[in-house]
């Protein structure tokens, strides 16, 4: 079982920036893929960025490439997503993710196992 709670939401202005953090515990080796998530009001879930902690290789959605980025600190078991240059559209909650790499990828097309509760971010105009 690996248990994570994320935290760093809130509430910004448009061109904002803010720092989500997502804390691991648990059986935390047997997940090597990590990622955000995020679902708007009336909206589906969408992937954001993932992270293959193994070597640390990352991937973005179209929609926040070049503003966000994903890292991890393994000795603090913590995932993290900068987001700057935040826009309205980026409202929603957001959830860290895990599992294990499935067919040589952590892409969301697989399902992951593992869910925080998520953490609100609102971005006003």
């Known amino acids: 079982q690996v248990q994570l709670v994320e935290s760093g939401g809130g509430s910004v202005q448009a061109g904002g920036s803010l720092r989500l953090s997502c804390g691991a515990s648990?059986?935390?080796?047997?997940?090597?893929?990590m990622g955000w998530f995020r679902q708007a009001p009336g909206k589906e879930r969408e992937g954001v960025a993932y992270i293959y902690t193994g070597v640390g290789s990352t991937y973005y959605a179209d929609s926040v490439k070049g503003r966000f980025t994903i890292s991890q600190d393994n000795a603090k078991n913590t995932l993290y997503l900068q987001m700057n240059s935040l826009k309205p559209e980026d409202t929603a909650m957001y959830y860290c993710?895990?599992?294990?790499?499935?067919?040589?990828?952590?892409?969301?097309?697989?399902?992951?196992?593992?869910w925080g509760r998520g953490t609100q971010v609102t971005v006003s105009s």
């Open positions: 648990g059986n935390t080796y047997s997940k090597n893929c």
């Open positions: 993710a895990a599992r294990r790499m499935y067919l040589g990828t952590c892409h969301w097309r697989y399902q992951y196992d593992a």
